[in-house]
Structure formats: structure tokens, C-alpha cells
């Protein structure tokens, strides 16, 4: 678990372009911060700056108490996934977990042994030996978790990483999510469109709109006290989309079967 401090971080492009601006946010430890906006709000640019892909313009990004602003991707210690974050499909499952750890030099036994507790903990241990595309979606979404996992990274960064699966298959994937999170007590940082996604996974969610952050705190106090109209308008429309799905699944529940009517 790591405590991840951003000070005044802003990324400002060639062409004048501000995609982000002065943000100041504390990740604490085990803590999962979700980060919401819509289209050019900066949250895939303010996860690309933290994980050391884009330099940052001016500002200041510490980890553990150590500024790593200006330190490479490779050594900042954090595992990025993408929405397109593929896996192997020649080499095995078992092969796909242990990557991040043989590019990192592990010895064997220690491979073996974070492979086969990571697999375990996420229900992979009988397909070690199968490879991808022979298991289904939602257990390759489990064996690229699996993967950044078994690096055991101070944080992980989620981009986007659930967005354009079927409904079945997110809605099992935002659950083993959350779980996983919970149970490795990890330092999670998620960017979403989706903002009923940002409420379930973040223990706090920041909300960027034009790289600005307009409230950062836990979804209980961004309904209670939204900080302008803009988040309230947000808020307000999650609780709108939740009483109209919820008066569906009752109308649906209280209309009579064919067979009952006969």
C-alpha cells in the first residue's frame, strides 16, 4: 500500500491546449480514487502523466514521500491497464501471469510461487496450462489483472479498462473488481466516462471537467454537498437513471406471467 501525492500537476501541450490544470489530490493508502470526466476532461492525460508516459509541464507527483516527477515509466512502480490491454495468446495462462515478473529478472521459485497465489486468489489455478483464447472473456479480464498482480506494484492505474464489454461481462468485471481492490487493500487509481462506475469502484471520486478538478471526495458527500452545479447536475442524473431502473425491475416484477393469467 502507497501514498500517492499530486501537487499543482499540470500538463499543458505545444499547440496551447491545457489538459490539465493544477490539480492537487491525495491518494492515500489502500484508498481506491476513481477519477471521472467526459470527453477532453484530462483524466486518461492525468493517468498517463502519473505513470511517468507523458511529462508533466510543471507540478509534482510523490510517491512514499519520493518525488518521482521526473523518473522514467520503468521506475515510478506502478501497473497500467488499458481497455485494450491484451494478453498472449500463444503462450499459457500460467505463462501470461508470470510476464512482468520475468521481465523483471524474478528467480524461478519466486515466479512459481506469485503465480500460483495469484491464481488462486482469482480462481485461475485450473487453466494455468490452457492458453487465452481458450477460456472464456470475463477469465481472460481476470488473468490480465492477474498479471499486474503478481508484479505487486505500489499502484495500479486503470484506464477506461472495463468500457466496451457486454453487459454481462462488466457487470461481473466491476464486481471482481471492487473485490480485488478490498482484498489486496491496494492503491487504486480508475478513470471512467461512466460515473455509476466511478460511484461503485472509488472509495472517493475526483471529477474533471476541461482538466480542472472540480470536487474530489466520497461518493456519500458528492450527493450531499456537491461543490458547483455542474456536480450536482451530475449527481442528480445518477439518482434519476437509478429510481427509473428501479421502477422498471418493479413494473416488471409485478406484471403477471402469460401462464399465471390462463
Do not use: W
Amino acid at each position: 500500500m502507497s501514498v500517492l501525492k499530486i501537487h499543482a500537476l499540470t500538463k499543458k501541450y505545444p499547440s496551447g491546449v491545457a489538459a490539465l490544470q493544477g490539480i492537487d489530490l491525495t491518494v492515500e493508502k489502500g484508498e481506491s480514487l476513481a477519477v471521472f470526466g467526459l470527453e477532453r476532461s484530462g483524466k486518461s492525460t492525468f493517468l498517463r502523466v502519473l505513470a511517468g508516459l507523458e511529462p508533466a509541464t510543471s507540478g509534482r507527483i510523490v510517491l512514499d514521500g519520493k518525488d518521482i516527477t521526473d523518473l522514467p515509466s520503468k521506475e515510478r512502480d506502478m501497473a497500467f491497464v488499458y481497455q485494450s490491454s491484451a494478453l498472449d495468446m500463444g503462450k499459457s495462462v500460467y505463462d501470461n501471469l508470470a510476464y512482468g515478473l520475468k521481465m523483471r529478472k524474478a528467480p524461478a521459485a519466486v515466479i512459481d510461487v506469485k503465480v500460483r497465489t495469484v491464481a488462486a486468489m482469482l480462481g485461475l489455478t485450473d487453466v494455468l496450462q490452457r492458453k487465452p483464447k481458450t477460456v472464456s472473456a470475463l477469465v481472460r479480464r481476470r488473468v490480465v489483472l492477474g498479471r499486474i498482480i503478481a508484479r505487486d506494484p505500489k499502484v495500479y492505474l486503470f484506464d477506461e479498462a472495463l468500457s466496451g464489454l457486454n453487459p454481462e461481462l462488466y457487470e461481473q468485471s466491476v464486481k471482481d473488481l471492487v473485490a480485488l481492490q478490498i482484498r489486496l487493500g491496494a492503491t487504486f487509481v480508475y478513470a471512467t466516462e461512466n460515473l455509476r462506475e466511478a460511484l461503485t469502484v472509488g472509495t472517493k471520486v475526483a471529477i474533471l471537467r476541461e482538466g480542472k478538478l472540480l470536487q474530489c471526495d466520497t461518493p456519500v458527500n458528492l450527493f450531499a454537498h456537491p461543490a458547483d452545479e455542474y456536480v450536482a447536475e451530475l449527481m442528480g442524473s445518477v439518482c434519476q437513471q437509478t429510481g427509473a431502473a428501479e421502477t422498471e425491475e418493479s413494473q416488471t416484477a409485478e406484471e403477471p406471467s402469460a401462464e399465471a393469467e390462463v
